[in-house]
């Protein structure tokens, strides 16, 4: 078994002096500081986990192959990410089903991260909540067109985004709810009743707040009053300071139980490239600032950031503890998949995914499955 050890290791909540032992790509004991390799007072925190998140480095998920897809999943370890959801988006029937088919074909491989499953940002969305989803994809909810989508790999889809409002969504919601797929309201419209309703039929969380969703008015408060409002339901967010202001972010953490809140990239494979103009499934976009927007337009179509800043930035810009910002990067995804006793928590018998960050939060170094995939040094 070898160790590593430091005086503040990331353990229920709070930073503990402690040893971990690995041993099988897991975390086999914890014990008093002082054995092994020692990070001395670095944070040793859960690997990051990115449940919504479209590409990277050249790659898109809608049209990857597994060259470009094996490329995307080298750079995760620089990022802190150590687990991920590829999200295939909004496109044709056809499309989606080889997305999701490829991102089965990688499941349970050793990579430099563990692609856990796919979550699917559409196509059952509202045309009135478009953001930067294509209108000619957008589908009625239909249980039969679902199963077209994920034919074969129904098992490899972890997540969906809907609409809840639209006609016949509670029929898939029911569906989806006994196939064991977490469902979140994005490209949404729902109403605060409908909202209501539809935690009845297993609705468990939200797409990034307050984008792509029906706002809070005072009367109604909308789609965004249930993410901020649900007390039992997860509420993903992008942090970049770009989609959402961070006085909005800062309202979300004060409004929601620390447990609850879900940091995401929502990235776009024009991260990591330089700026310029793109295609993105047959759309231009263009990159400029460190953001990708749809080609002369000021809408945004996704972002470039990094689960890493993403932590950062809360802290730095919305009040919210080191510890709370851990919390929303790798144990509240976890729990939300399910998947607690496998990633996102320092305890035994979970995989060994670790990061080490110095005290600014720069990565020193990413362990995936007890090996050290990536190193500042
Ligand atoms: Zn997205």
Redesign the pocket.
Known sequence: MKYICSKNVFIDGRFVPASIGIENNKIAEISDYGQGACYFDHYIIPGLIDI???GGYGCDANNADIDSLRNWIRHLPLEGTTSLLI?P?TSTIEKMHDSIALIDSLRNQHLEASVLGSHL?GPFISDKHLG?MNEKYVLQPDINTYKKIAQDHEDCVKLI?LACELEHAYELMDYLHTRSVVISAGHCGCTYTEGTEAKKHGLNGF??TYNGMLGLHHREVGTVGCSLLFDDCYSECICDGYHVSFEALKILFRCKPKDKVIL?T?SLKTKGLPEGSYELDGEAIEMRHGCAYMAGTDSLS?STLSMLQAMKNIVTHCEVSLEDAILAASQNPATYLGIQNKKGFIQIGNDADLCILDHSLNLKETFHLGDIVYSAS
Request: aromatic residues 8%.
């Open positions: 919504h998140t479209h999200s988006y940002e930067a985004t797409t990034h995401i929502d996704g």
